[in-house]
């Protein structure tokens, strides 16, 4: 099991840039996949970026293309989620999220408790 805890939002004006963190605890944390996915208000929760075990692949939905990268220190159990260019649309709760297995897209069981990230036009 994995606990993950978030951090990193804030209030940014649109064109700006957050990067966001996602801490885990245990020793296996290099095992999981990870992934970040947000929910803004009234919508359905979404995936945003995943990356495998080893960094080797990447997952970026289409509409963070270009914008956010995924990355990952195995040695300081940290995931990384950087956005850049924010848009006002961006705004929601930002969660990470980790996986057993190694699909990207779906099977996350672990989930930390998410971090607000506003962006102001």
């Known amino acids: 099991q994995v606990q993950l805890v978030e951090s990193g939002g804030g209030l940014v004006q649109a064109g700006g840039s957050l990067r966001l963190s996602c801490a885990a605890s245990?020793?296996?944390?290099?095992?999981?996949?990870m992934g970040w996915f947000r929910q803004a208000p009234e919508k359905e929760r979404e995936i945003v970026a995943a990356?495998?075990?080893?960094?080797?692949?990447?997952y970026f939905a289409d509409f963070v293309k270009g914008r956010f990268t995924i990355s990952r220190d195995n040695a300081k159990n940290t995931v990384y989620l950087q956005m850049n260019s924010l848009k006002p649309e961006d705004t929601a709760v930002y969660y990470c999220?980790?996986?057993?297995?190694?699909?990207?897209?779906?099977?996350?069981?672990?989930w930390g408790q998410g971090t607000q990230v506003t962006v102001s036009s």
């Open positions: 245990g020793r296996t944390f290099g095992r999981y996949a």
């Open positions: 999220a980790a996986a057993e297995r190694q699909v990207l897209t779906s099977g996350y069981a672990y």
């Open positions: 990356i495998d075990w080893a960094g080797g692949r990447r």
